[in-house]
T-cell receptor
Framework: RKEVEQDPGPFNVPEGATVAFNCTYS??????FFWYRQDCRKEPKLLMS???SGNEDGRFTAQLNRASQYISLLIRDSKLSDSATYLC??????????FGKGNQVVVIP | DTEVTQTPKHLVMGMTNKKSLKCEQH?????MYWYKQKAKKPPELMFV???????INESVPSRFSPECPNSSLLNLHLHALQPEDSALYLC???????????????FGPGTRLTVT
């Protein structure tokens, strides 16, 4: 099993709709999780940190399911500017981040 | 705007050249990282520095040589690279390696390297 698995998509979402996707991880010892947003040919930008069961920031909600070892990201009221790749990164020892391949989101007008 | 800066933005080098990538952070962070990212792949960790000491080397070939002159600066010296080393090289920093609130890593804009 890969350390971090994400469905690359693309997830085509009508503007204003809700989209959600999961990230599964294999390291049961991971305690912290991060979602990054990466635009084409740009650096990853930190979107959200998750230290407990979940986190919410405006239209973005992350939920952690430790029993099933996955973390989800939900985007409500999608905007055109939300089009990007969303990278999941569980934290390992020595602050290693194990990035998934990302979920590509395309918001359609 | 990112508070991690990287120079140069783009670099083209031959296989016999020696060049250096530079990274600077202005957040008072004590941990700094080098990642390599190929097209349509996730970032891969190369090196981690904590308090200016090398903490992790992810079995990176010796043609990549990191250096941390002080807590704000991180260099990556390149020598005798191969065309397959062409990638986006990202620098990141975090407050530290341990303790909640220390973990968040912030990335610089990267150096796009092409080896010819």
């Amino acid at each position: 099993r890969k350390e971090v698995e994400q469905d690359p998509g693309p997830f085509n979402v009508p503007e204003g709709a809700t989209v959600a996707f999961n990230c599964t991880y294999s390291n049961s010892a991971s305690q912290s999780f991060f979602w990054y947003r990466q635009d084409c040919r740009k650096e990853p930008k930190l979107l959200m940190s998750v230290y407990s069961s979940g986190n919410e920031d405006g239209r973005f909600t992350a939920q952690l399911n430790r029993a099933s070892q996955y973390i989800s990201l939900l985007i409500r009221d999608s905007k055109l500017s939300d089009s990007a790749t969303y990278l999941c990164a569980p934290r390992g020892g020595n602050n290693r981040l194990a990035f998934g391949k990302g979920n590509q989101v395309v918001v359609i007008p | 705007d990112t508070e991690v800066t990287q120079t140069p933005k783009h670099l083209v080098m031959g296989m016999t050249n020696k060049k250096s990538l530079k990274c600077e952070q202005h957040m008072g962070h004590r941990a700094m990282y080098w990642y390599k990212q190929k097209a349509k792949k996730p970032p891969e960790l190369m090196f981690v520095y904590s308090y200016e000491k090398l903490s992790i080397n992810e079995s990176v070939p010796s043609r990549f040589s990191p250096e941390c002159p002080n807590s704000s600066l991180l260099n990556l010296h390149l020598h005798a690279l191969q065309p397959e080393d062409s990638a986006l090289y990202l620098c990141a920093s975090s407050q530290g390696l341990a303790g909640v609130g220390s973990y968040e890593q912030y990335f610089g804009p990267g150096t796009r390297l092409t080896v010819t």
